[in-house]
Antibody, heavy 116, light 111 residues
Framework: EVQLVESGGGLVQPGRSLKLSCAAS????????MAWVRQAPTKGLEWVASISYDGGSTYYRDSVKGRFTISRDNAKSSLYLQMDSLRSEDTATYYC?????????WGQGVMVTVSS | DVLMTQTPVSLPVSLGGQVSISCRSS???????????LHWYLQKPGQSPQLLIY???NRFSGVPDRFSGSGSGTDFTLKISRVEPEDLGVYYC????????FGGGTKLELK
């Protein structure tokens, strides 16, 4: 059974940093693309960043470029999102997600609140 | 960036009824490999999104045949027939031909 479990969320002040983690199991992690998607309170889904199976390629939405860094450790079957210079508009639930062939899997999400 | 326009925003329905949700993209979603990467999700309150339809018209494992997807190029539709209480929630389309973009969502609610 595929499982994605996010951690690392919480309350952080504007301008500070936070690092999210996603522990994956139930599939060959090193074979698949991974991504972070977020959802602000009462809003829709927004793709944030993605990373290729080997970490060689990364992609970011414009609003987080230069502030967020996606990375992975295939030996630990883990995905990360380093978030720097956080803004109030980054407040959201962050989901770890992957596409294993035609099956899409999501974690339960982790809340990040950026507020003073 | 590909823009995904999803309509309507809100969709009142009676149980047992039939509804359609539209998703239009700002450019063709046909990939160079010949596939069209347009998918549909349902997000129930307090839950993560769940995949319903992948690549336009393929139902994901366990999804009832009341759900059907169609379309091509830039114009796609999700149809739900014989709506049941567990179908209520917010529906999203997602394109993954050109990176990833979600539609704005359609809230299916009882009349």
């Amino acid at each position: 059974e595929v499982q994605l479990v996010e951690s690392g969320g919480g309350l952080v002040q504007p301008g500070r940093s936070l690092k999210l983690s996603c522990a994956a199991s139930g599939f060959t992690f090193s074979d698949y693309y991974m991504a972070w998607v977020r959802q602000a309170p009462t809003k829709g889904l927004e793709w944030v960043a993605s990373i290729s199976y080997d970490g060689g390629s990364t992609y970011y939405r414009d609003s987080v470029k230069g502030r967020f860094t996606i990375s992975r450790d295939n030996a630990k079957s883990s995905l990360y999102l380093q978030m720097d210079s956080l803004r109030s508009e980054d407040t959201a639930t962050y989901y770890c997600t992957t596409e294993v062939t035609d099956a899409h899997y999501w974690g339960q999400g982790v809340m990040v609140t950026v507020s003073s | 960036d590909v823009l995904m326009t999803q309509t309507p925003v809100s969709l009142p329905v009676s149980l047992g009824g039939q509804v359609s949700i539209s998703c239009r993209s700002s450019q063709s979603l046909v990939h160079s490999d010949g596939n069209t990467y347009l998918h549909w999700y349902l997000q129930k309150p307090g839950q993560s999104p769940q995949l319903l339809i992948y690549r336009v018209s393929n139902r994901f494992s366990g999804v009832p045949d009341r759900f059907s997807g169609s379309g091509s190029g830039t114009d796609f539709t999700l149809k739900i027939s014989r709506v049941e209480p567990e179908d209520l929630g917010v529906y999203y389309c997602l394109q993954s031909t050109h990176f990833r973009t979600f539609g704005g969502g359609t809230k299916l609610e009882l009349k």
